[in-house]
Nanobody, 126 residues
Framework: VQLQASGGGLVQAGGSLRLSCAASERIFSRGVMGWFRQAPGKEREFVTAIRWNGGDTTYGDSVKGRFTISRDNDKNTIYLQMNSLKPEDTAVYHC????????????????????WGQGTLVTVSS
């Protein structure tokens, strides 16, 4: 299974970007897909996740109210709409997928995910 992330780029603070992550196969019908990010010199950080069945979502505290995750079943694709971007949002954003169900308390744990995309760089200038 391959996850292909795209949509990163350079944007000014306050601007918006939309990331996409397409899965090569439809294997997440019972599982979860999400986004993590890693800034230079920092640990990987959970951004958001969505349950493929039902569409329940969860967000990291730093992005709540600004970022929105969504999915397109027909395209096996998830999206991350990022609004009101801040310089501290600058990072490489990785999409991740998990084949099976996952309890809510574990959605933010990178180790729970089976598949990872190559990452797309988001740079927010001040």
């Amino acid at each position: 299974v391959q996850l292909q992330a795209s949509g990163g780029g350079l944007v000014q603070a306050g601007g918006s970007l939309r990331l996409s992550c397409a899965a090569s196969e439809r294997i997440f019908s019972r599982g979860v897909m999400g986004w993590f990010r890693q800034a230079p010199g920092k640990e990987r950080e959970f951004v958001t996740a969505i349950r493929w069945n039902g569409g329940d979502t969860t967000y990291g505290d730093s992005v709540k109210g600004r970022f929105t995750i969504s999915r397109d079943n027909d395209k096996n694709t998830i999206y991350l709409q990022m609004n009101s971007l801040k310089p501290e949002d600058t990072a490489v954003y990785h999409c991740a997928g998990r084949r099976n169900r996952l309890i809510s308390s574990a959605l933010g744990q990178a180790v729970q995910y089976d598949y990872w995309g190559q990452g797309t760089l988001v740079t927010v200038s001040s």
